[in-house]
């Protein structure tokens, strides 16, 4: 019954969305001699199988462009700036799951029984925490909407805005309170200036010219779609739509001095010239920022790794109960009252701003005949998070602060990482087909490894997306317009990979050694391109799990767009890997039974759906419970 009131309501605020926007009345773009300002209003309305209302964000973003010719040496010079501000209003509308009362009690599995967060054992007087401190309330058991305990770690994850319930919430990082997420634009960064930039040239005698782009903005390299292999120059917004929003809505502008040397036609050597050869210098001189990957008590939280991060920090803050911990076997174990400053997550080490910590960038990039190239390089920090074990922590059972082999408490980095790659596009005639290649080898990455002492080890990585794009008649379906078919295939590579099997199963790294993920895009266009039908999947081959978006864009009139579409996830799901409850960092303490000779740091492979089997399932097997329905009005002018 409470779903399909929910179901009700989403539907309800998507109606009252659209007419909005449909009784708008707007005048066209602003146009004055070299100044062109135009924009959009949008309401998003997103409603998610389980939970009613999953989005309803409503957009204001203005695009403005002011030439203003040549200045001294400069040619061609233009201001350009980019505003965008939204409101999600699901953090009011449907506050019970995404806003102040998110969460509850929970109860977590143990060889006791089901037992309150509260309720576990504490073995000696170290372990235990304060529940005044850390109540069982405003959480959710990690993971809980993919999968059960399943004698397997879980603990409680407070899921309230930091405002409403700082547990968790760590400092810098991921502390986002209401208003950063009811007006994500509007915070310390300033993203209401979503781009902000000028554009100058300078021509030199020979013909060629150097073209330089400073400001707020976004970088583009590479030629693919959805997963990225070059195009790493920006971070990305995951928390808007997860992987499925268009790169450029979701990329993070950075402030960023770009300078091109274009050269033209150009000879080589003797009987050897490039119709287009361009040299590239990008530098990234803004403070570092890492992709957001989605705060717990987000609608969209990617692999889940916001939660599981919150839920480590409050373990490490506040102390909590984990579920099947104690004398863990395969079989389960004790429910366990741990304290303050024994696992967890203790801080995130934000990069702060020096010039060491700015990231730089090298391109070429040209034409010869009907084939396009470009070689990079780069170095820049992660964007995304490495937790690094063996800090200092409390020994729950006989109170001695130390550093302990294996034990699950980290700090958060964003390591240093050099790219090189490159990538090809060629058109042959032959077949009418658009072929694309693109390919990054990596140095300094790190992953999470259950063989290492400090639970995490370096590796290089080689990625590559192989592509093609297609006009196809299909005179069965349309006599008059041909569909596009764009498909492409994503590998992923880790050459340092290490994996071995233990007494109760598989430890080292969680991800797949070798893996590879496929998309489709078949898109259709009716009435001279006004309805446009069209489908995107993606099938991660490892992971076994789907995601299939249909989608129909109706232009109602040049300025009115009605698009309709759906996100449905098929697969396995939740997956399996060590979890370290049987890594014995407190030995002899720890030593997991059924285990011969367990030495100080070395883990049996005793696994868990939590926290390491998200990297197996991958983005797409940990929304497997994300199916929703869309629907997207937008009125531009």
């Not at 309401?43 to 964000?57: D, H, I, P, T």
Request: net charge negative; proline share 5%; glycine share 12%.
């Amino acid at each position: 019954m409470q779903t399909t009131i929910k179901g009700l309501r989403f539907w309800c605020y998507t109606l009252a969305g659209s007419a909005s926007l449909a009784l708008l009345t707007m005048t066209g773009t602003v146009a004055a001699k070299d100044t062109r300002v135009n924009g959009y209003v949008e309401n998003a309305s997103y409603g998610r199988e389980g939970v009613g209302l999953s989005k309803f964000r409503n957009t204001l973003q203005m695009e403005m462009e002011k030439g203003a010719g040549d200045v001294g040496i400069l040619s061609n010079v233009k201001f350009n700036a980019t505003l965008r501000a939204s409101y999600d209003g699901v953090y009011d509308l449907n506050d019970d799951e995404y806003g102040r009362n998110a969460g509850g009690p929970i109860q977590l599995q143990g060889t006791q029984g089901n037992v309150p967060h509260g309720g576990g054992i504490a073995p000696t007087p170290f372990f235990g925490f304060d529940t005044t401190q850390n109540p069982n309330e405003g959480m959710v058991v990690l993971g809980e909407h993919l999968h059960g305990q399943d004698n397997g770690v879980a603990f409680g994850v407070p899921v309230r805005p930091c405002d409403e319930d700082s547990r968790g919430c760590i400092v810098g990082y991921l502390d986002k309170d209401t208003n950063d997420l009811r007006y994500q634009e509007f915070n310390d960064r300033a993203d209401v200036i979503r781009e902000l930039y000028a554009d100058f040239n300078i021509n030199f005698a020979n013909g060629n010219i150097l073209s330089t782009r400073l400001g707020k903005q976004q970088v583009i390299w590479g030629r693919t779609d959805l997963f990225r292999v070059l195009d790493v120059i920006n971070p990305v917004d995951f928390s808007r739509n997860n992987i499925y929003d268009e790169l450029e809505d979701i990329r993070i502008p950075m402030w960023i001095l770009r300078t091109d040397y274009r050269m033209g036609p150009t000879e080589v050597f003797e009987g050897f010239a490039f119709d287009d050869l361009n040299f590239q210098v990008v530098w990234n001189f803004d403070k570092f920022r890492p992709h957001d990957i989605g705060q717990c008590g987000q609608p969209n939280v990617i692999l889940d790794a916001g939660c599981f991060l919150r839920g480590m920090n409050n373990l490490w803050e506040n102390g909590g109960t984990v579920a099947n911990f104690a004398g863990a076997t395969p079989d389960g174990g004790f429910a366990t009252d741990f304290g303050p400053g024994q696992i967890g997550i203790r801080k995130a080490h934000m990069p702060s701003w020096s010039l060491s910590n700015t990231q730089l960038g090298l391109k070429t990039e040209g034409v010869y005949g009907d084939l396009g190239f470009s070689l990079n390089a780069l170095t820049y920090r992660s964007q995304l998070p490495s937790l690094r074990g063996e800090i200092p922590a409390q020994n729950a059972f006989n109170g001695q602060t130390d550093v302990y082999p294996s034990l699950i408490a980290f700090d958060i980095h964003f390591p240093r990482v050099n790219l090189v790659g490159g990538s090809v596009d060629y058109y042959a005639q032959g077949v009418d087909t658009v072929f694309r290649v693109e390919t990054a080898y990596t140095s300094g990455e790190e992953f999470a490894n259950t063989l290492r002492k400090e639970l995490y080890s370096e590796s290089d990585v080689l990625r590559y997306v192989v592509g093609a794009d297609k006009n196809i008649f299909i005179p069965a379906l349309n006599e008059s317009q041909a569909f596009l078919f764009s498909g492409q295939i994503f590998g992923q590579h880790i050459l340092d990979h290490e994996r071995e099997d233990r007494t109760y199963g598989e430890a080292g790294i969680p991800d797949y050694e070798h893996n590879w993920t496929a998309t489709l895009l078949v898109q259709g266009f009716y009435m001279n391109g006004r309805l446009t039908p069209k489908i995107i999947t993606a099938h991660d081959f490892r992971a076994q799990a789907t995601a299939i978006a249909p989608s129909v864009d109706w232009l109602v009139n040049d300025n009115f767009k009605l698009t309709l579409g759906g996100n449905f996830k098929v697969g396995d799901g939740a997956r399996e890997f060590d979890d370290c409850r049987s890594c014995n960092p407190w030995d002899p303490f720890t030593q997991t039974p059924g285990v011969v000779n367990h030495q100080p740091g070395e883990s049996a492979g005793l696994s868990g759906s939590e926290p390491l089997g998200r990297f197996q399932s991958g983005p797409i097997g940990m929304a497997q419970k994300e199916d929703e329905i869309q629907l997207t009005a937008r009125y531009s002018f």
